[in-house]
């Protein structure tokens, strides 16, 4: 596996080849956002901040065995991306996974709230027959989601999923950001920490939703869990006090924002298949293209769900491979200014 990127302590100081050398006109450091667009997209914030806490139609980011994939294609990296927003998901899944013959959990659960988490009523008996208490419509009655209860150590046999919408954004044009093909994410239990951390600190400590901060989603290494997901902001500029992140503030750019946080909040209440859960990804549509992984590098197994049914797959341009010519630096050196 290639060497991977080693995080920038706190204290280190981001050389000036590498600091922010001309700021894109529709960023704006996060002290300095606008008011009204505060205000406006507050809702937003509140939504984010609370998957902070403790599948459809777009295609799913595999990160099997410490890789990104997308699309059968393995990615070193991937390119700036825009969380649009995130919901919580449950997962049981019975006996041994089998790649040949993959099949869909026996029972789940959706929620933009963790406390709402309930198996769906389309589960018919099964909803009942797997809680410990069946008075509990709820995931807390489940003791599959209890710890203890993993065949493996002492986790869970229900897996505790953060589910993401994500938005390449390698490229601040609104109208690229209207068609460019936006991409799902699942986080495992051990990479939900890093996620509501970062989020944390876009959405209670600059009181600004998400989408407003392109992100950079990187794969670390990890001693215990093999590998984490990481966050940081991808944009910054450096300032006497050290770094500040920058955030999206252009009125074109978030207009289109605002809708395409609609369209995938369609994705992230779709319940899974629970007939088949690796179904096959919408045709006619781009993949989020980042740096392609070098040959013979481990392999990820897809998680991708169906399109929406009803309307035919927009041929949407795809967003330029990570790496590519950036007019901003993509490194901070200091991530709790933000």
Known sequence: MAARRTPRSQNEEVPESRALARVDKSLVPAGAINAEWKQRLAKYAQR????????????????????????????EELPPMLILGASFENAYYEGTFDADNPSGPKCFALAREEKLLAPPESLGDKRQSLQSDPASDTCAGCWANSFGTAERGKGKACKN???????????LDARVLQEVEGAMIRLPVT????????????????????????????IEPDTKSQFKITFEPYDFQKTANGSVPLLIQNSEILTVLEQRVNEADTYLDQLPNSNNDEAEAPKGRSAPKGRSAPKGRATTQSNTAPKRAGAPAPKRAAPRKAGGRQRTAHTADDGEKY
């Open 48 to 75: 984010d901040a609370a998957t902070a806490t403790g599948a459809g139609g777009w295609g799913y980011i595999g990160t099997k065995n410490g890789v990104f994939k997308f699309n059968d294609t393995n990615l």
């Open 161 to 171: 999923i953060r589910r993401l919408a994500l938005l390449p954004a390698d490229r």
């Open 191 to 218: 990479s939900i920490k890093n996620y509501s951390s970062f989020a944390n600190k876009v959405t209670k400590g600059i009181g600004v939703p998400l989408f407003m901060m392109r992100v950079r989603i990187s």
